[in-house]
């Protein structure tokens, strides 16, 4: 099992991520500093296209981002496309179709699946209560698996664990050597919502659909990330002014809560043997980082 110990502080960051930004609906990323288990909040950032995102990822330095979207597919559906044996080869695959190829793979593939089984779930997703990577319509999270993996794979950010040795520090991407400097770990800020919430809807895109009980359910949520709740659980414990706080409560998409709470996440897995990652892992599929996916 491998440690790893950064020199204090340590650049943090969650990513709340869409399939297509705009300035409806950007990209939320949460930057935070994590310093002797202190995580200190400074503010959020917006990208509202690719081209932001991208120079985003490309921001050299030592950071962290926990990013709230599948980073890999199910084992079965890699398997009966023959898309590859490991992760970088079935990216490369999937990052040489347009957007439109990749959609119209998953929608033949799902024709031919019995009623009941037509999405798959990765072991991951099963523990932690999350759909399948596959859906692409209603929540799209295949489309964000299909912007996002591809843009990170360009980037030679390290990705646990597909690129995990479990001994060495660095990996070979693309012919080259890219040093475990900035990485990026799949985060699901829905696992920490829940243990306060349960399924109670804490947000909503629509601005017609927010409501007083999702903003109090909101307020709720922070209220533990300030407590000593969080340091029970992710072994952090937040610093964030109350003016900082009240904005990110008023955001009624629920997107600057769920990017703080991916740094969140991202802050407890960097304290964590291989980030928290089991050993036995499925490489081809992929880990979500959260205290709870260990305790399953």
């Known amino acids: 099992m491998r440690q790893y110990f950064y020199s204090d502080p340590l650049r943090i960051l969650g990513v709340d991520f869409t399939s297509s930004p705009r300035v409806a609906k950007p990209i939320v990323v949460s930057n935070c500093q994590l310093k002797n288990a202190q995580l200190t909040y400074l503010g959020m950032d917006e990208y509202t296209d690719w081209q932001g995102f991208e120079a985003f990822l490309a921001q050299s330095g030592a950071w962290v981002v926990g990013m709230d979207f599948p980073m890999g597919m199910p084992r079965r559906l890699i398997e009966a496309l023959g898309w590859g044996k490991n992760w970088q080869e079935y990216v490369q695959l999937v990052a040489g179709m347009s957007r439109d190829e990749f959609v119209a793979t998953l929608d033949q593939y799902r024709l031919n699946q019995p009623m009941g089984d037509k999405e798959h779930r990765r072991y991951a997703d099963v523990l932690a209560g999350a759909i399948s990577p596959m859906k692409l319509y209603v929540v799209p999270v295949g489309k964000m698996f299909y912007e996002g993996v591809k843009r990170l794979w360009r980037s030679q950010i390290y990705i646990p664990p597909f690129y995990f040795d479990w001994v060495d520090q660095a990996f070979e991407i693309s012919g080259t050597k890219a040093i475990e400097q900035r990485v990026a770990l799949e985060t699901y800020p829905a696992l920490a919502v829940r243990r306060w919430l349960g ?62 709470i991916c740094a969140i996440q991202a802050a407890w897995a960097v304290g964590q043997p291989n980030y928290g990652i089991p050993e036995n892992c499925d490489r081809l599929e992929g880990w979500i980082v959260d205290p709870s996916m260990l305790r399953k």
């Open 199 to 260: 399924r109670t809807s804490y947000k909503n895109d629509n601005k017609r659909k927010q409501t007083e009980a999702m903003r109090s359910a909101r307020e709720e949520v922070m209220r533990r990330l300030r407590s000593p709740d969080l340091v029970d659980i992710y072994g952090v414990s937040l610093v964030i002014e109350d003016q900082a706080a009240a904005e990110i409560v008023s955001d009624g998409s629920g997107d600057q809560l769920d990017a703080l």
